[in-house]
């Protein structure tokens, strides 16, 4: 599958410029670009951060494999796995979701 100059220039930004990844990171999971940034990739980043600000995964968590998950295990290792510290993650991120046109169930 090929991939835009906009769309790997996009992704690359995000990862490297937002989040402050090292490109290596990029390199070693392609799949990545086969994500769609608004419905995917930005809505699980935001969540996976707010987790890691209230110190519920670790630093060193393998983002990519998160990111890699289908919606049912996101939902169960990162959502509903901390209802209770985290209330107000499942309605963030349906909101994300939703507003982006996926649905979190």
């Known amino acids: 599958m090929q991939y835009s100059e906009k769309k790997i220039k996009r992704v690359f930004d995000f990862f490297v410029g937002e989040l402050g990844w090292e490109p290596s ?6 799949v990545l670009l086969s994500h769609d940034m608004e419905k995917r990739i930005i809505p699980r980043c935001s969540l996976l951060q707010v987790l890691l ?3 519920l995964i670790k630093k060193d968590m393998k983002w990519t494999s998160a ?7 996101f939902l169960e290792r990162f959502v509903t796995k901390y209802e209770e510290e985290a209330p107000e993650l499942m309605r963030t991120y349906q909101y ?3 507003s982006k046109g996926t649905k979190a169930t």
């Not at 990171?25 to 392609?30: A, E, M």
């Open 96 to 98: 994300m979701t939703e």
């Open 25 to 30: 990171s990029l390199s070693g999971c392609p």
């Open 67 to 73: 990111l890699k998950l289908s919606e049912k295990r």
């Open 53 to 55: 600000s209230k110190g």
